[in-house]
C-alpha cells in the first residue's frame, strides 16, 4: 500500500463521520419547516443544540485532509464548485448563529426558526450538488480546473444528487427523532420517514443510472475486486433501504433501528461510490497518486492527525453517552 492510499484511510473516515453526524442534525432541521407544533419544533431543537458544533468539526477535518494530503483535488475541485461551497459555508454559519440565538428565546422564534430551517435544507441540497458535480466529471488541464462556473451542473445531474441528498438527511433526520423523542413527534417521524426513504431509494437509483450520461466519467469497475466491491456497496444499499422502509412502517418497538438501517444505508452508498470511483478523486483524470502530497508531507500528516483523531472519537463518543436517552428527560438527567 502505498502512503497516498494509507492517508485516503483518514480522508474516508472524517468524510464518513461528518456525513454520518452532521447528516442527522441537517436532517432534523429540514424536518422543523414542515413541523406546526413549537413545542415539538423546541423538542428538534434540543436535539440539535448540543451536538452540532462537535458534528460540523468534522467536516474542517474533511477539508484539512484533503488541502494537505491531496492538494491538486482542492486546486481543481473548488474553482468548479464555488458556486455550491460558498452557499453551503454560509447557510452552516447561518443555522449555527440561529441554533444559539435560539436559545436565547422561550418557545420558537419564528425568524431565527426559519433560518435554522432554511440553512438547513440549503446546506445538505449544496453538499449533494457538490458531490454530483465532483463525480460526474470536471475538465482540468496541467493541474487546474479548465471549465466554466455552471460545469458541475452536468445537464441538472448535480440538482439530482442534490435533493437525493436532502433526502438522505431527512431519513437520517427520522431515524434520531424515532430513536430520541416519544409520543406524537415519534409518530410523525415514522410517518415522514417512509416518504423520505422512497425519495432517497428513487433518487438513489437514478442518480446511479444517469451518472454515466451526465459528463466525462465511466463508472466501470473494470477488475474483479473493485467489481466484488461495488456488488456488495449496491447490496449493502438496497438492504438499509428495505430495512428504513420496513422499520418506519412497522413502528418497531426497537426504537434504534431505524438509526442502525440509516447506518447501513451510508456503507453501501459509500462502499458503491469506492468501488466505482477508487483511485480517482476528481474523475477523468485526478487520481490518488497523482493529487497526493510528497511522502515526506505525507508521513508527518498521518502521525499528527493519527494522534489527534481518537481524541476526537473519544471526545465525542462521551458526548454522547452523557446525553444518551430521550430529549425530554436529558437535562434533568445531567442536572440530577
Known amino acids: 500500500m502505498r502512503l497516498s492510499d494509507a492517508w485516503m484511510i483518514f480522508v474516508f473516515l472524517a468524510f464518513a463521520m461528518y456525513i454520518v ?5 441537517l436532517g432534523i432541521g429540514v424536518l422543523t419547516l414542515f413541523e406546526r407544533d413549537d413545542r415539538r419544533r423546541r423538542e428538534m ?12 468539526s468534522w467536516l474542517v477535518l474533511v477539508a484539512l485532509t484533503l488541502w494537505a494530503g491531496v492538494p491538486l483535488v482542492t486546486g481543481v475541485a473548488l474553482p468548479a464548485l ?3 461551497l ?13 441554533l444559539e440565538l435560539i436559545e436565547q428565546h422561550s418557545g420558537w422564534p419564528r425568524l431565527w426558526g426559519a433560518l435554522f430551517g432554511i440553512g438547513s435544507l440549503l446546506a445538505a441540497f449544496c453538499q449533494g450538488a457538490a ?4 463525480i460526474a466529471g470536471l475538465p482540468a488541464h496541467a493541474g487546474t480546473f479548465a471549465g466554466g462556473p455552471f460545469t458541475f451542473l452536468h445537464h441538472g445531474y448535480a440538482v439530482l444528487t442534490g435533493f437525493t441528498a436532502v433526502a438522505l438527511y431527512v431519513v437520517a433526520g427520522c431515524a434520531w427523532l424515532y430513536m430520541k423523542t416519544d409520543g406524537d413527534l415519534q409518530v410523525r ?18 442518480s446511479w443510472l444517469l451518472a454515466t450520461s451526465a459528463g466525462p466519467v465511466v463508472l466501470h469497475p473494470g477488475a474483479g475486486s473493485r467489481l466484488g466491491v461495488w456488488i456488495v456497496g449496491a447490496v449493502v444499499l438496497a ?6 422502509l420496513g422499520s418506519f412502517a412497522a413502528k418497531v418497538r426497537a426504537e434504534w433501528l431505524p438509526a442502525i438501517a440509516t447506518l447501513v444505508i451510508y456503507a453501501g452508498g459509500l462502499l458503491l461510490a469506492g468501488g466505482l470511483l477508487y483511485p480517482t478523486l476528481v474523475p477523468p483524470h485526478v487520481t490518488v497518486h497523482t493529487a497526493s502530497s510528497p511522502h515526506s508531507s505525507l508521513l508527518f500528516l498521518i502521525i499528527g492527525v493519527g494522534i489527534f483523531i481518537p481524541i476526537i472519537l473519544i471526545y465525542q463518543t462521551y458526548g454522547y453517552i452523557v446525553f444518551r ?4 428527560g436529558t437535562r434533568e438527567a445531567t442536572s440530577a
Open 21 to 25: 453526524l452532521d447528516g442527522y442534525d
Open 45 to 56: 431543537h434540543e436535539l440539535v443544540a448540543w451536538v452540532w458544533d462537535g458534528n460540523e
Open 82 to 84: 464555488y458556486l455550491v
Open 86 to 98: 460558498i452557499p453551503m459555508l454560509w447557510s452552516l454559519i447561518a443555522r449555527g448563529v440561529s
Open 131 to 134: 458531490f454530483g458535480g465532483l
Open 189 to 206: 417521524a415514522a410517518r415522514i420517514g417512509i416518504a423520505a426513504v422512497v425519495a432517497l431509494g428513487a433518487g438513489t437509483a437514478a
Open 239 to 244: 438492504a438499509g433501504v428495505s430495512l428504513a
Open 325 to 328: 436517552g430521550k430529549v425530554g
